[in-house]
C-alpha cells in the first residue's frame, strides 16, 4: 500500500518555502513539484447520482468521491462539501453542506414538485478547490421533465441561418404534439428569444390542421452566453405550459481554432493540425473545410473536433471553412509556420512499452530540457540537444500513470518550447470489478447481488456506490454525462468544457482512443505555468482546508469608547450544548471559530469576553459567502420525453408520499398552543444535569419587577449569601471546598461559564431557572472551576426567546446537511403494504459501500411490480486512488 502523506497546515500561517540558492533548472523542476505535490495538493471531488433523468418532485440521490495528490487517494484533508443545484435557468435552487469521512459522503435533493422541467445542473467543491479556480470544479447534470405534463412538445427545426448587418436571421419550422403524438391543430403559440437573460424578440405564432408552422425571425448576433426560445402554449384560460429550446449560434459567432500539435509548426516539417470550433456556449459546432491552395480537406467530429496533416512551403495558409447545416460560410487565417523554432510530436503506440517524442526544427539553446509529469508527479526528466535538427525521446510508460500526461520542452534555462498532452490509461491503476446475480426478476422478488474486486496486485478495502434503476424507464447515459473515470482522469484537469466526457471511456477501440487524443491536442493543462515553476511560486491560498463547520464574525466596542477592544475569548455553544468551543480574538475583534460538527440548522449561542472592556461588547456573524448565486442557463435543441419514465409518474408520487414524505401528517388530534416555556425545553437546556437547588422564577411572586438575576437567589437558597452593590455582585455558598477560598462560584449561562457581569445584564423575566450546585459531589463535574460552587442560569431561549445580554449572541447557523434514507420496502415482513402499485425508477440505492481486502460484497433489495431488465451502476475507489466502474443488466 501506498505510504502517502500531504505537509499541509489547517490554518492562516500556511507554508513556508526555503530560500533557492544556484539551483540549476532541472533541481528547481524537481524541487517545485514535491512541494507541490507535498504542501499544496489538489483535491477533486466527483458525484455519482442515481440516474440521470427525473420528474418533478423526485429526489436526487448522490454519492461523493473526494480524491487528493497526484495519486488520487481518498482525501484526508477537507471534510467539508459544498454541493450547489441550479434548475435549466441557471438559478441556484439550494446547497447542501455535506460532512466527509475519509473522502467520502452523500446527500440529496429534493426537487420542486411544482418547478420548472429542464437541463440541471449541479456543481460540487471544497474550500481549498477554490484556490484552483472554479475551472476545476465537479459540474455533473441532469433533465428532468414534467411528469404530469406532455400536453405540449414542440420539435423546432432551423432550416437556415442567415447574417447581414449584424442581424442573424433564422427560418424555422415547428411541430407541436402531445405526448399521444397528436399535433396541437390550430393552436395559438407565443413565442419568445432570449440572449442570455435578456428577451431580444417576441412574436405570435398560429399552428395548421398538421400542427406545423414555419416562420422567420432575426435577432442581434452578438455573442451571448446562452441563446434560447421560449414557446408558450395556453393550454386553458387558466393554465399555460413553457418550453425551451436551445438556439444555435450564427456560424459568425463560433470560436474556430487550429492548433499545431506541441504548439508549433515549422516550415518543411511534417505537422500535425488539431482545430476545434465551439459556439459561445461552449456546445460544439460541426464544421468543413479545405485548405487553400493544398489538397488537403478536413470535417470535425461529434464534439466539434479534428485534425489534419500538413507539410508547410511556406508560413500563411487560409482554410476555407462551412457549416454543413446552416450552410454559413468562412475565411480563417491559420497561425503562421515558423522559419526556425521547435516542433513536437508524440506517438502513442498502444503495442509499445514506450512514448516516442520527435523533436524537429531549430533552436539556439545548447542543451534543451524534456519533463514529462502526470498530476505534478515527474515520471521523465531528460536533458539532451538537437543533432541534425532532431532529438528523439523515449518515455518509458512502465513510469506512467493514469491520465494526463503533460510532455514539456524546454532550454535549460526554464523557457518552454514545445508542449503536449498525451492521454495515458494503464489497468494496474483501475480496479476490476464485476457483479452477478442468480435471481430472477419476477414481481417483488428478491434479488441477491455479488460484487467482487479481481483487481491484480496488492488488494487493499475501498468505498464504493451503487445505484440499481428500471433500465425501462432509465436508460444509460454515462457517455453524456461522465463517469468516474471521465471526471477524475480527464475533465478534473482541463480548462474548458468537455463535451460529452463519457464517450472516450465506454470503451478503447481505435477511434475512441483518436477522439480522446483530439482533446488532448485541442486543450492545455493549466494548474501550473513554468514561469511559477522557474521562479518556485506555488501559487497563492486564499481558502484554507476546512475541516469542520466554521463560524467568523466580528466584535465591536458596544459604547464605542476610544480605548476599544484589547482582545479575549469568544466562546461557541451549539444547541444545547452539543459541542462547546472557545477561542481567542484580538484587538481588531475579527474571530473564527474552527471545525465545529452539528447537523442541520442549528441555534448557537456566541459570549464574547474582552480583557478591557468584558462584556460590554457586539457580536456581528458574517454569513458565508455564496461561492454561486446563479449559472449561464442550460438548454437543448430537443424536449426530453422519457414515455415510459412520465407513464409511471403517479403510481411512484403516491408511493414516496405514503412511505417517504415527512411533510405529509395524520392531523387528527393535533392542537396548536401558544408559545410557552415547558419544564421539559428546561431539562433539555441541562447539560450538566440539575443543581441541588432549582430556582422557578414563575413560582416567586414579584419577580416580573426584579432588576436583576441574583434577585432570583437571595434569601431562597440555605447557605447562599449575595451581596449585590451596582455593578459589584459577591456570592458565597456554604458547604463547598476551600480550594479556592476567597472566590467565588463558577458561572454559566445556558451551560457556557461567564463573569458574574454578565449575569447582571440578563433580563429576569428572560430566564427560565436557576440553578444553584452546593454538594462538592455534585461540583466536582466542573473540575477545579466549580470549587466554590456553582450558579447555572438558563434562559427561555429554548422556545425561540432571545436573552438581553451584553457580549452574548444567540443566531441560527447552517450545518451539516442531513441525508435522507433511501426507501426500501421489505416485502418479507408482514404489513408491507401490498396496495401499492410499485413502479419506483430507482429501485435500489447504496451510497457506500465498503469492501475489504477479500474482495466481495453482498447487497439485497426487492424488485418492484413491473421492472424486468435492471440497470446496475457500480462505481468507487480504493486506498491506493485506483478508480473503477462497472454497468450491468440484469434481466
Known sequence: MKNITFKVIFGFCFFCLNPVFSQSFPEKVQQFFEEYRNETPPEKV????????????????????????????????????????????????????????????????????????????IKAYTAWMRNSGEEFFFEGGFSVIDGAGGSFLPKMTINAIESSGGKATYRTELLAIDKSGNPLAGKALQMKVFGGDEEVHSQDLLLNEEGIVSFSFSISEKPYPSQHVELIYLENENYSVSQKIRLPYSFNLADIQFLPEGGNWVVSKKSNIAFRAIAPDGNPLSIQGTIAGTDISFESNFAGLGKFEITPDKQDYQAEISHPVSGQKRTINLPKASTDGLALQVINNPAASYLTAFIQGVSDANSLLLVSQTRGLINYMIEGKLTNGVWGVRIPKENLISGINQITVLTSE?????????????????????????????????????????????????????????????????????????????????????????????????????????VMLTHGWRRFTWDQIAKNEQGEINYFIERGINIEGQISDQEDTRKGLSGGKITAMVGNGIEIVTTEFGSNGRFIIRDLDYQDSASVTLTAVDNRLKNFVDIKVTQPEAVFTGTSGNYSTEIKWPENLAATYEERVLMRRMNEDPDILDLE??????????????????????????????????????????????????????????????????????????????????????????????????????????????????GAQGANGVIAVYTKRGSGFTPSVGGTL????????????????????????????????????????????DGKANLEYFNTDVAKKHLIFIEGIDEEGRIGRVARILE
Open 46 to 121: 466527483y458525484l455519482q447520482l442515481d440516474k440521470h433523468t427525473y420528474t418533478l418532485g423526485e429526489d436526487v440521490w448522490f454519492s461523493a468521491f473526494l480524491v487528493a495528490g497526484s495519486y488520487q487517494v481518498p482525501s484526508p484533508l477537507s471534510q467539508t462539501l459544498y454541493v450547489d443545484l441550479f434548475d435549466g435557468d441557471g438559478l441556484l435552487l439550494e446547497q447542501k453542506i455535506i460532512r466527509l469521512d475519509k473522502g467520502r459522503g452523500n446527500g440529496d435533493f429534493t426537487l420542486p414538485s411544482f418547478g420548472k422541467p429542464g437541463n440541471y445542473q
Open 414 to 518: 526554464g523557457t518552454p518550447l514545445a508542449e503536449r498532452l498525451i492521454f495515458i490509461r494503464k489497468e494496474e491503476n483501475e480496479l476490476k470489478l464485476d457483479v452477478n446475480s442468480n435471481s430472477s426478476l419476477s414481481p417483488r422478488e428478491k434479488i441477491k447481488l455479488e460484487i467482487t474486486n479481481q483487481s491484480a496486485g496488492n488488494q487493499v478495502s475501498g468505498s464504493f456506490s451503487v445505484s440499481i434503476v428500471d433500465a425501462e424507464q432509465v436508460s444509460d447515459e454515462s457517455e453524456v454525462y461522465g463517469t468516474i473515470y471521465s471526471h477524475l482522469l480527464l475533465s478534473s484537469d482541463l480548462k474548458g468544457q468537455i463535451h460529452q466526457p463519457g464517450y472516450y471511456f465506454q470503451n478503447q477501440d481505435e477511434s475512441t482512443l483518436e477522439a480522446l487524443d483530439l
Open 810 to 853: 444567540v443566531t441560527t447557523y447552517g450545518g451539516y446537511s442531513v441525508a435522507k434514507e433511501f426507501y426500501q420496502p421489505n416485502y418479507d415482513e408482514k404489513g408491507t403494504s401490498t396496495a401499492l402499485n410499485d413502479k419506483r425508477a430507482t429501485i435500489f440505492w447504496k451510497p457506500i459501500l465498503e469492501i475489504g481486502e
Open 669 to 782: 388530534g393535533v392542537t396548536v398552543e401558544a408559545q410557552t416555556f415547558k419544564k421539559e425545553d428546561e431539562e433539555v437546556q441541562k447539560i450538566y444535569g440539575p443543581g441541588d437547588v432549582s430556582i422557578d422564577p414563575e413560582k416567586i411572586p414579584g419577580s416580573v419587577g426584579f432588576t436583576n438575576v441574583f434577585q432570583l437567589i437571595q434569601g431562597r437558597v440555605s447557605g447562599v449569601k449575595v451581596f449585590v452593590s451596582g455593578l459589584d455582585v459577591s456570592v458565597q455558598i456554604r458547604g463547598v471546598g476551600s480550594i479556592n477560598a476567597g472566590t467565588g462560584p463558577l458561572y454559566l449561562l445556558d451551560n457556557i461559564p461567564v463573569d458574574a457581569n454578565t449575569l447582571l445584564q440578563v433580563n429576569p423575566r428572560d430566564v427560565a431557572s436557576v440553578d444553584v450546585f452546593k454538594d462538592p459531589a455534585r461540583a466536582a463535574i466542573f
